[in-house]
């Protein structure tokens, strides 16, 4: 039952970047670590992905070559390094751990432990 915590949301205008952090309480290796978000009136929609320890990674069509996912195993902690921020991407930003990743595809149903989230808010 490993415990998530996401940082570093905020206003940025567009264009701008951010940097989210994910801590996970425990070590990475055995888990897919993905990061997801949602705006007001819409679902959970998954970002990006990476496994804990394989180089597996996933970018949801919108961000691919805007967001960079990356990990750091001996901090136990994740980060999406979120550049050219649009307005569109407006969210509560969450992460969450699952036991797969898949270079193709980001189904919410597929991870178990969330985060509480962190707002993203892209607003000149």
């Known amino acids: 039952q490993p415990q998530l915590v996401e940082s570093g949301g905020g206003l940025v205008q567009p264009g701008g970047s951010l940097r989210l952090s994910c801590e996970v309480s425990?070590?990475?290796?055995?888990?897919?670590i993905g990061w997801f978000r949602q705006a007001p009136g819409k679902g959970r929609e998954g970002v990006s992905s990476?496994?804990?320890?394989?180089?597996?990674?996933y970018y949801e069509d919108s961000v691919k070559g805007r967001f960079t996912i990356s990990r750091d195993n001996a901090k136990n902690a994740v980060y999406l390094d979120m550049n050219d921020l649009k307005v569109e991407d407006t969210a509560v930003y969450y992460c969450?751990?699952?036991?797969?990743?898949?270079?193709?595809?980001?189904?919410?149903?597929?991870?178990?432990?969330w985060g509480q989230g962190t707002q993203v808010t892209v607003s000149s």
């Open positions: 990476i496994h804990g320890f394989y180089d597996t990674t």
């Open positions: 425990e070590r990475l290796d055995y888990y897919c």
């Open positions: 969450a751990a699952g036991y797969a990743c898949s270079a193709v595809a980001l189904p919410a149903g597929a991870f178990n432990f």
